[in-house]
């Protein structure tokens, strides 16, 4: 089981720059989740997939951010236009839900730089 | 809102066990506790889950409070790997999606 993969690791960019962050869930996986890390406001869920379909997309900060889901196996974090406040760790994770406890599983984050 | 409260930091020995504390004073009947932990550079992991009873697997044990308004996370014999943060989530129901995490116990593992 190779976890949940994302992709870059690190990514630097100038402001007003397109930022696209990229997930693999864990196969057989039904439920996707973005999160997002800072200092100051800790971990926060930005949005929620269920078997490809967006469900909650409440913690989407603005419209600059989007996120897709084409098939089970990938997902995608845009930002466009990036700002310096969207510096922070995004953080995909993915889990089975089926009704009972379901653990998260995450992956390592990717760490986003906005100069 | 469901809340949880837990201590900023705690400080262990090397190879002792230790007893994470965190109080959940509004849990409904059904609600689930659930602890992740964060180790340095790494997303969050998911570490135990309890309704009632106590529990344990490979990683801890979790003792639940016969009121359900608190929980100990017990790590049998700290070891350095386990220096992390522990966030203990605000009770859930079964099937919800929304785990929100605080700031957590951050434990550090003296050698």
């Known amino acids: 089981d190779a976890g949940v993969i994302q992709s870059p690791r690190h990514e630097v960019t100038e402001m007003g720059q397109e930022v696209t962050l990229r997930c693999k869930p864990i196969s057989g996986h039904n439920s996707l989740f973005w999160y997002r890390q800072t200092m100051m406001r800790g971990l926060e869920l930005l949005i929620y997939?269920?078997?490809?379909?967006?469900?909650?997309d409440s913690g989407m900060p603005e419209d600059r951010f989007s996120a897709k889901m084409p098939n089970a196996s990938f997902s995608t974090l845009k930002i466009q236009p990036s700002e310096p406040r969207d510096s922070a760790v995004y953080f995909c994770?993915?889990?089975?839900?089926?009704?009972?406890?379901?653990?998260?599983?995450f992956g390592n984050g990717t760490r986003l730089t906005v100069t | 809102d469901a809340k949880t409260t837990q201590p900023n930091s705690m400080e262990s020995n090397e190879e002792e066990p230790v007893h994470l504390p965190c109080n959940h004073s509004?849990?409904?009947?059904?609600?689930?506790i659930h602890w992740y932990r964060q180790l340095p550079s790494q997303g969050p992991e998911y570490v135990i889950h309890?309704?009632?009873s106590n529990v344990n697997n490979r990683m801890a044990s979790l003792a639940i409070a016969e009121d359900r308004k608190s929980s100990t996370l017990i790590l049998h014999r700290a070891t350095l790997r386990d220096a992390a943060v522990y966030y203990c989530i605000p009770p859930l129901a079964a099937g919800s999606y929304q785990l929100t995490f605080g700031k957590g116990t951050k434990l550090s593992v003296i050698p």
């Open positions: 994770a993915s889990s089975l839900q089926t009704g009972t406890i379901s653990p998260l599983h």
């Open positions: 309890g309704l009632t």
């Open positions: 997939f269920n078997n490809n379909v967006p469900i909650d």
């Open positions: 509004t849990i409904s009947g059904t609600d689930y």
